[in-house]
């Protein structure tokens, strides 16, 4: 999978992209459960107040909460408020803000959050101290017991004096035994509770200067509201924008890569064709191209994605609620676990799949083109039931792995509702103790199931990247093979004017892996303006000798030349245009008759299109309709007869007007009229051309210029008909054989 990872190169941009909204989606999801905790913490348990840090404050007030301060943070208070008097420009706006403001206020000055944050805890302890010493002198009880604290009698001051307004006028000691006191009293509340105490004590100060609470509350929960409804569009938008630049990246990466997989076939050689079957290069262009296209989009979507959610989710669920840390571990090792398991079973049965996949499309492929075969010998049920093998083959792994994979989402829904439960159950206990707030406690279980899907994504990356990485092998393994045959390094030209004298000289060959040789020592000329043509028995290698002129394969020993120039010694290109070869089986492709045609030529006019098919004893059948060369060919020649597809493969060949025809067995299906003519049609078409025909037939042969006879890969005859009838005991055997004893005479 690694070697492929040039092809999504020209796409790093898009990559990049992605990558960015990826930080911007995890961010915003990562804000939505912290935007709830502020909905039901602040907006609906403190009536919109957020922190013991008020707005304003009543002189009387402020003089109170200094009293439990110390000179510190008593200079950090004094900082952080300024007091407005009713002579003050601002004064009417804060009537307005505070309808029973009637005298001076002590207002926030504009702090930063860091201000802010350090100066909550201050004033959170001054205004829960004061509000709670005035609550224990309004209960007689407590009264005495905070006298008993203070070593004071309150019985001494006068009728009606409050002891927060006496404190101030009383001896140092004693205003630093009450302070002691009473911070002693309040030294065992957190500070979560003690801020949550402050901001009921922010409430009543407001409500004393006439704020409407109601009012505040719903404007707070709208605003976080807006806020939180914001930051869901924003993550909604950049999942649209990820989605699309991923699909746009993994659609060009495959189209790039199914691309190279073709030109690199096409350029293949037939060793390498003997090498990987047909069936595996077409899973290998197609289902394993698939499997990393689906793999890529993943990849971006999720294993960017993953991390960034699952990271942040676990700092933000520490940050919210530090004490439940263990219960993110324990989810955390049990889904690890799960994991494992799941991988551990599935990884070794990816790669057994795809060799299953290649396997169930060589069967159908060979049932699909040799489906008559099938039909004539009654086969039907035989291959059926070979075919049936194959499917359950594949069927039984990917019931297993889908079994196995099926269990993940269940396993994942129990561990999640048990982690809510868990959650909710040491939550709620917590809560209790005053540790927690609500809106924390559900902010935490939100960013917990965030952290469990962050894992899920990871886990659906760890099941697709296997058999992926097995595609990306199978792919890159097609990319990386070189064909044996390709360009010299430093390419000649062949001489001009371009004759066309093939010259084999003492030629062997064997095939790749093979451990002898198919053709031993063949040394022969074809020139031009006359006809050589190859005879031999079945398997004697005919059409493994003609194939070595175009060089679909490289000779062993010895060497081909054209004009006296090493065919290995030029380009692939210039050595086969200048060749019409038409091999044993003429493939036809999808589209026109003159789509077909022009393969050879794609500049060819329509006369040569005409005067080719007239010379391929074609033109009946094809201008015998009104659409002529217009007619369609379907896929592979299935609507047209075999010898009209020999025919058709002749004229395509002719059409490219070369010094040099190569007709391997081409005129076998053809009755001995038609090949007649087209013979003596062919003689005077290519009359200055080097001819090569490949035959088992001896009549049509029997006014070549030369016949070369082969026999188990040896050139034992060349020569005439006459000659090799004189002198060639198995040129002489195929005629007694194929004429009879007249061509003695």
């Known amino acids: 999978m690694l070697k492929l990872i040039r092809y999504v190169k020209p796409y790093w941009g898009m990559v990049v992209i992605a990558i960015v909204l990826l930080f911007v989606q995890a961010n915003a999801n990562l804000a939505l459960p912290d935007y709830m905790a502020r909905i039901v913490n602040n907006g609906i348990q403190q009536g919109g107040v957020e922190d013991a840090v008020a707005e304003a404050l009543r002189p009387e007030t402020m003089q109170h909460v200094l009293l439990f301060l110390t000179p510190e943070e008593q200079q950090m208070v004094q900082d952080a408020y300024r007091l407005v008097t009713p002579d003050d420009p601002d004064y009417a706006d804060l009537q307005a803000r505070y309808p029973t403001l009637d005298g001076p206020v002590y207002v926030l000055r504009p702090v930063d959050m860091a201000t802010r944050q350090a100066l909550n805890p201050v004033m959170a302890k001054g205004l829960v101290a004061a509000a709670g010493v005035a609550k224990m002198l309004a209960d007689p009880e407590q009264a005495a017991a905070l006298a ?246 594949l069927t039984q792994v990917s019931l297993f792995v889908n079994r196995v994979m099926v269990l993940l989402f269940p396993l994942m829904m129990l561990l999640m509702n048990a982690l809510a439960v868990l959650i909710l159950w040491v939550g709620a206990h917590q809560v209790d103790q005053g540790l927690i707030q609500v809106g924390d406690m559900m902010a935490f279980l939100q960013y917990a199931f965030q952290v469990v899907m962050a894992f899920m994504m990871m886990t659906m990356m760890f099941v697709f990247l296997p058999r ?58 074809a020139e031009p303006g006359k006809v050589t043509a190859i005879i031999g028995t079945t398997g004697s290698g005919k059409s493994t000798l003609v194939n070595l002129i175009p060089r679909f394969y490289d000779v062993t020993e010895g060497a081909i030349r054209i004009d006296g120039v090493d065919i290995r010694e030029v380009r692939l290109a210039d050595l086969r245009r200048r060749i019409g070869y038409v091999p044993q089986r003429g493939a036809l492709f999808t589209g026109t008759i003159a789509d077909n045609l022009r393969m050879a030529d794609e500049d060819a006019s ?140």
């Not at 080719?612 to 217009?630: I, Y």
């Not at 025809?661 to 053809?670: R, T, V």
């Open 148 to 393: 008993d604290q203070m070593g004071f009698d309150l019985s001494r001051l006068p009728a009606g004096a409050n002891v927060l307004d006496m404190l101030p006028k009383m001896p140092e000691a004693i205003r630093a035994q009450v302070v002691t006191a009473v911070n002693q009293r309040f030294a065992a509340l957190g500070d979560t509770m003690l801020e949550q105490m402050a901001v009921s004590v922010v409430k009543a100060e407001y409500e004393a200067l006439g704020v409407d609470i109601g009012a505040r509350q719903m404007r707070y929960i709208l605003r976080v509201g807006l806020l939180m409804l914001g930051m869901t569009l924003v993550a909604i938008l950049a999942a649209i924008g990820v989605g699309y630049f991923a699909a746009r990246t993994a659609a060009g990466v495959a189209r790039d890569l199914r691309e190279a997989v073709f030109a690199k076939v096409v350029n293949f050689s037939a060793a390498e064709f003997n090498r990987f079957s047909t069936a595996s290069l077409i899973t290998r262009t197609t289902n394993d191209v698939t499997q990393i296209q689906r793999t890529l989009f993943l990849i971006i979507r999720m294993m960017f994605f993953a991390p960034i959610l699952g990271i942040g989710g676990i700092l933000h669920a520490l940050d919210t609620a530090p004490n439940m840390w263990w219960i993110l571990a324990l989810a955390l090792a049990v889904l690890t676990v799960i994991i494992g398991g799941i991988i551990a079973m599935t990884l070794p049965k990816f790669r057994v799949m795809q060799r299953l996949v290649d396997r169930l499309n060589l069967v159908l492929r060979e049932n699909l083109t040799g489906l008559l075969v099938v039909r004539a010998f009654n086969r039907q049920p035989e291959e059926t039931a070979r075919f049936d093998r194959a499917n359950r083959d």
């Open 468 to 525: 992926s990485f097995v595609s990306g092998d199978r792919v890159a393994e097609v990319l990386e093979t070189e064909p044996t045959v390709k360009d010299p390094e430093h390419p000649k030209a062949f001489p001009e004017p371009f004759r066309g004298v093939v010259a084999f000289d003492h030629v062997s060959f064997r095939y790749p892996g093979a451990e002898e040789d198919v053709l031993h020592d063949i040394s022969f000329v």
């Open 606 to 745: 329509e006369e040569v299109l005409r005067r080719a098919v007239e010379v391929a004893q074609a033109a009946e059948f094809v201008f015998g309709k009104p659409e002529g060369l217009a007619q369609e060919i379907a896929q592979g020649g299935a609507n047209v007869s075999g010898g009209q597809k020999q025919r058709l493969a002749i004229a395509r060949a002719l059409v490219r007007r070369a010094p040099i025809y190569i007709f391997d067995d081409s005129f076998s299906a053809l009755d001995f009229k038609t090949e007649a003519a087209l013979r003596r049609a062919l003689k005077r078409y290519a009359a200055d051309a080097t001819v090569i025909i490949v035959t088992q037939r001896v009549a049509p042969i029997r006014h070549a210029d030369q016949i070369l006879v082969l026999d188990e890969g040896r050139l034992v005859g060349k020569g005439t008909h006459e000659e090799l009838l004189q002198t060639n005991e198995v040129y002489r055997e195929i005629a007694l054989t194929q004429l009879g004893e007249e061509v003695l005479a």
